[in-house]
């Protein structure tokens, strides 16, 4: 069963098009956390969410924003996408500091945005 | 330097030997992280650990704290392991959660 769910698995737009992906988890981890993933290269961090608390990491472009409405759902804003915007989006969610054991990160399948 | 150096880069070997990758890091962490990535695919998570020895069927992991040092084995390696492994330390504090990787081990097991 998927618990960590990104929609869609490749999404095309255009230079300059707003688009968003998305981002649903099943297993009620309060940290959510988005990635960017460029061809061969490690994952970045872009920012996450602790609960509601939104954390960017200090190179996060301004770009890029995020949402999390609820604690299932987060969403990854890309206002005006350029060329250099292509890449693989990972979601990951974790449990930390909540009284539970921690759990580590969860990744989804990943979102392959397209730039035309 | 990075924070998180993996060897090898690339990894060819044949179905049933037993594979190596290895990993050293340079800052102070909570625990360490092996994680598995097939080509276009999401990430999965093999391991996290902190300290000792850890196994899952066919795959083995280890930590040396004092050396800041961790190995990901593979017994009877499969073409079906075919993918890029990474490792990847997390600190403490309020770097807790927050992953810093090494550059993966693409392995390639050939029939």
Known sequence: DAMVIQNPRYQVTQFGKPVTLSCSQTLNHNVMYWYQQKSSQAPKLLFHYYDKDFNNEADTPDNFQSRRPNTSFCFLDIRSPGLGDAAMYLCATSRLGTGLPDQPQHFGDGTRLSIL | ?111
């Open chain 2, 1 to 111: 330097k990075n924070e998180v150096e993996q060897s090898p880069q690339n990894l060819t070997a044949q179905e049933g030997e037993f594979i190596t990758i290895n990993c050293s890091y340079s800052v102070g962490i909570s625990a360490l992280h092996w994680l598995q990535q097939h080509p276009g695919g999401g990430i999965v998570s093999l391991f996290m650990l902190s300290s000792g020895k850890k196994k899952h069927g066919r795959l083995i992991a280890t930590i040396n704290i004092q050396e800041k040092h961790s190995s990901l084995h593979i017994t009877a390696s499969h073409p079906r392991d075919s993918a890029v492994y990474i490792c990847a330390v997390e600190g403490y504090g309020g770097s807790q959660g927050n992953l810093i990787f090494g550059k993966g081990t693409k392995l390639s097991v050939k029939p």
